[in-house]
């Protein structure tokens, strides 16, 4: 899995963005889950996350907004992670890909 910092276009839907905390996170679980899972679990992983990502591009009022704000949402990606974004017009900020077992006092979301 490659993780990088870009902006993805979608077509007929909205621009994702990845911030950097949430790419920070993103790589810290990856290298904490491929010392617990087997590379069938972390492919998994990683079509989820992609699943989900479509689905926010195409309809990003589709999921609950968080309890800290109104304007971010969040969305679990399989039961270990939740996505936190935010709408800005015509783009999607991806704030945050939280580890569910951390402390929830550990969550970024500027």
Do not use: C
């Not at 479509?54 to 704000?69: C, G, T, W």
């Not at 992670?81 to 900020?93: A, E």
């Amino acid at each position: 899995m490659i993780i990088q910092k870009q902006e993805s276009f979608m077509k007929n839907g909205y621009n994702i963005q990845w911030t950097d905390n949430a790419i920070n996170e993103l790589k810290e679980t990856i290298h904490y889950l491929q010392e617990k899972w087997t590379e069938k679990e972390l492919k998994n992983l990683a079509i989820e996350l992609e699943k989900t990502t479509l689905l926010i591009a195409k309809n990003p009022f589709l999921f609950q907004e968080s309890e800290f704000k109104k304007t971010i949402r969040r969305v679990v990606v399989l039961k270990h992670n939740t996505l936190y974004y935010r709408i800005n017009s015509d783009k999607i900020q991806i704030l945050s890909f939280f580890l569910n077992k951390q402390n929830p006092k550990k969550r970024k979301l500027k």
